[in-house]
T-cell receptor, first 112, second 113 residues
Framework: SQTIHQWPATLVQPVGSPLSLECTVEGTSNPNLYWYRQAAGRGLQLLFYSVGIGQISSEVPQNLSASRPQDRQFILSSKKLLLSDSGFYLC???????????FGQGTRLTVV | DAKTTQPTSMDCAEGRAANLPCNHSTISGNEYVYWYRQIHSQGPQYIIHGLKNNETNEMASLIITEDRKSSTLILPHATLRDTAVYYCIAPIVYNFGNEKLTFGTGTRLTIIP
């Protein structure tokens, strides 16, 4: 069965520190991968999506970047966190022609 | 994805049917209607989807108007655990993996004891 792992579940980081959030998918190949952010009381904002290794599309200009070093691995990074980067980050995957999107359990990031 | 519009919030009494509307007036013939919900601090959970026929599963029913410009998600007997944010989206399923899969702000449903 397909599963998606996202970690860590919670993270508290100081302003100016780097960030690395990892998402991996099991049980499928060549998934399409997504990173979303949800600010407190807000909807899901699409940050990045990837249709293959090394292929990253960015939706909004920001302090974050994404990479896909392997087929089923998606990493969200920042060199220097800002207070405004605080939020709930979700990884998701779909398959071409599939009928569902599957979400990880999210990482709650607090920048202090 | 077709643009979808939902009310910001709704209340429903426990045990009653919760009816959540969604407008998708620009939907095209190959775009499905999907519903997800997000309970606080968790990832979104799939509920149901449909193209043009009404659908029902163990969680909910989906009623799509004949012109497909709007739909209603029905939770037949709402419980306190149904309190969540409900998202209606309209992606192109056959091309599901190659599009952006965007979500709006959803409807915050509160079940009142």
């Amino acid at each position: 069965s397909q599963t998606i792992h996202q970690w860590p579940a919670t993270l508290v980081q100081p302003v100016g520190s780097p960030l690395s959030l990892e998402c991996t998918v099991e049980g499928t190949s060549n998934p399409n991968l997504y990173w979303y952010r949800q600010a407190a009381g807000r909807g899901l904002q699409l940050l990045f999506y990837s249709v293959g290794i090394g292929q990253i599309s960015s939706e909004v200009p920001q302090n974050l970047s994404a990479s896909r070093p392997q087929d089923r691995q998606f990493i969200l990074s920042s060199k220097k966190l800002l207070l405004s980067d605080s939020g709930f980050y979700l990884c998701a995957w779909t398959n071409l022609g599939g009928t569902e999107a599957f979400f990880g359990q999210g990482t709650r990031l607090t920048v202090v | 994805d077709a643009k979808t519009t939902q009310p910001t919030s709704m209340d429903c009494a426990e045990g009653r049917a919760a009816n959540l509307p969604c407008n998708h007036s620009t939907i095209s013939g190959n775009e499905y209607v999907y519903w997800y919900r997000q309970i606080h601090s968790q990832g979104p959970q799939y509920i149901i989807h449909g193209l043009k026929n009404n659908e029902t599963n163990e969680m909910a029913s989906l009623i799509i108007t004949e012109d497909r410009k709007s739909s209603t998600l029905i939770l037949p007997h709402a419980t306190l655990r149904d309190t969540a944010v409900y998202y209606c989206i309209a992606p192109i399923v056959y091309n599901f993996g190659n599009e952006k899969l965007t979500f709006g702000t959803g409807t915050r449903l509160t079940i009142i004891p």
